[in-house]
T-cell receptor, first 110, second 115 residues
């Protein structure tokens, strides 16, 4: 079973920041938070991951709360091409499976 | 550098038949995961291979099986196909290389339709 909970769907206006929340209240100290997204019928795409500190790359920012029980993925300027299902996953290391929950369906509206 | 490649991309089978799906990981990756994604649903973990051995399998019947070859490519076999096996089958690879946080790289999948 997935160790995360996410809202089933969200809307965001084009050009605005999209903030996608994820709850992982049972996360252990060694588990990382990963975010992937899946655009319709394509293979999922890696976005970002982090352990404790906030992370930023060319695609997004990841904000992890101090108690690590929740996180937020931020797409700073959403475009129509960001419409996808976004998955939040926790995993300790390569020795564990990636378990995908149902994710959040983000719709970026013009 | 080539990504994860899967074949065939689309196929149609009838109930009771058998199918073999193939996956070539990114060069240097030793770990391969298989997932099933039925239409409109999330990814369901099927199998995980690492260094030629099956490390874990999801909650699927034994007619779902696979293997990993010495070159780290992998096959997924499904016997006695049922209508509900219709799905997108995704393969992903990752590099261990001593790093604990290997991200998964996915192929574009093989879409199986069972009639």
């Amino acid at each position: 079973d997935a160790k995360t909970t996410q809202p089933p769907s969200m809307d965001c206006a084009e050009g605005r920041a999209a903030n996608l929340p994820c709850n992982h209240s049972t996360i252990s100290g060694n588990e990382y938070v990963y975010w992937y997204r899946q655009i319709h019928s394509q293979g999922p795409q890696y976005i970002i991951h982090g352990l404790k500190n906030n992370e930023t790359n060319e695609m997004a920012s990841l904000i992890i709360t101090e108690d690590r029980k929740s996180s937020t993925l931020i797409l700073p300027h959403a475009t129509l091409r960001d419409t996808a299902v976004y998955y939040c996953i926790v995993r300790e290391n390569y020795g564990q499976n990636f378990v995908f929950g149902p994710g959040t369906r983000l719709s970026v509206l013009p | 550098e080539a990504g994860v490649t899967q074949s065939p991309t689309h196929l149609i089978k009838t109930r009771g038949q058998q199918v073999t799906l193939r996956c070539s990981p990114i060069s240097g990756h030793t770990s391969v995961y298989w997932y099933q994604q039925a239409l409109g649903l999330g990814l369901q973990f099927l199998l995980w291979y690492d260094e030629g051995e099956e490390r874990n399998r999801g909650n699927f019947p034994p007619r779902f099986s696979g293997r990993q070859f010495p070159n780290y490519s992998s096959e997924l076999n499904v016997n006695a196909l049922e209508l509900e096996d219709s799905a997108l089958y995704l393969c992903a690879s990752t590099s261990v290389g001593g790093a604990p946080t290997g991200e998964l790289f996915f192929g574009e999948g093989s879409r199986l339709t069972v009639l």
